[in-house]
T-cell receptor, first 113, second 110 residues
Framework: EPEVTQTPSHQVTQMGQEVILRCVPI?????FYWYRQILGQKVEFLVSFYNNEISEKSEIFDDQFSVERPDGSNFTLKIRSTKLEDSAMYFC???????????FGNGTRLTVT | RKEVEQDPGPFNVPEGATVAFNCTYSNSASQSFFWYRQDCRKEPKLLMS???SGNEDGRFTAQLNRASQYISLLIRDSKLSDSATYLCVAPSNSGYALNFGKGTSLLVTP
């Protein structure tokens, strides 16, 4: 069964550094998402992406965040200047249609020190 | 009303018990809903989709009440392996995102 893959599985970075989290969505899916989950808290929506542009973003997705689909397969989340409170599990997801369920990757655990 | 609300639990039940989780959503125009299961420190995994009044898959039954904007998940004959957090998911008010509830924690004991 096709899977969403995310790399790296764990990223440690210093406060103020830039990080790029990478995702390869399922190949015939058209909608792409990033979510985050701070340890012990709920899964929070960050951004959705369709047809090479952002469809919706949450209040969390401020100017320090950006997403890109640089080629036909990768979908990246960039955090420009990381803060301690950015430490979380970041999940990428994709879906075939807007009303379809999301398929999640295994996540990238980001630790900001 | 928050977009998706769930009773956080925890629910502690013995093996073989029947347990039900409830969820309310705010977007009355929503057409599709989902229940996901999340194990500790893992990604959410799809358990069931709910597109009409309900759905049944083995021991799991999901029901949708559009008038009350309410979704439920029923688990019959609980197994130890059912221990997890169950996440209710509904479309955002714009429809371009899926929002997760805080999750309901289930612990099935021998």
């Amino acid at each position: 069964e096709p899977e969403v893959t995310q790399t790296p599985s764990h990223q440690v970075t210093q406060m103020g550094q830039e990080v790029i989290l990478r995702c390869v969505p399922i190949s015939n899916h058209l909608y792409f998402y990033w979510y985050r989950q701070i340890l012990g808290q709920k899964v929070e929506f960050l951004v959705s992406f369709y047809n090479n542009e952002i469809s919706e973003k949450s209040e969390i997705f401020d100017d320090q965040f950006s997403v890109e689909r640089p080629d036909g397969s990768n979908f990246t989340l960039k955090i420009r200047s990381t803060k301690l409170e950015d430490s979380a599990m970041y999940f990428c997801a994709s879906s075939r249609e807007l009303s379809s369920p999301l398929h999640f990757g295994n996540g990238t655990r980001l630790t900001v020190t | 009303r928050k977009e998706v609300e769930q009773d956080p639990g925890p629910f502690n039940v013995p093996e073989g018990a029947t347990v039900a989780f409830n969820c309310t959503y705010s977007n009355s125009a929503s057409q599709s809903f989902f229940w996901y299961r999340q194990d500790c420190r893992k990604e959410p995994k799809l358990l069931m989709s709910v597109y009409s009044s309900g759905n049944e898959d083995g021991r799991f039954t999901a029901q949708l009440n559009r008038a009350s904007q309410y979704i439920s998940l029923l688990i019959r004959d609980s197994k130890l392996s059912d221990s997890a957090t169950y996440l209710c998911v509904a479309p955002s008010n714009s429809g371009y995102a899926l929002n997760f509830g805080k999750g309901t924690s289930l612990l099935v004991t021998p």
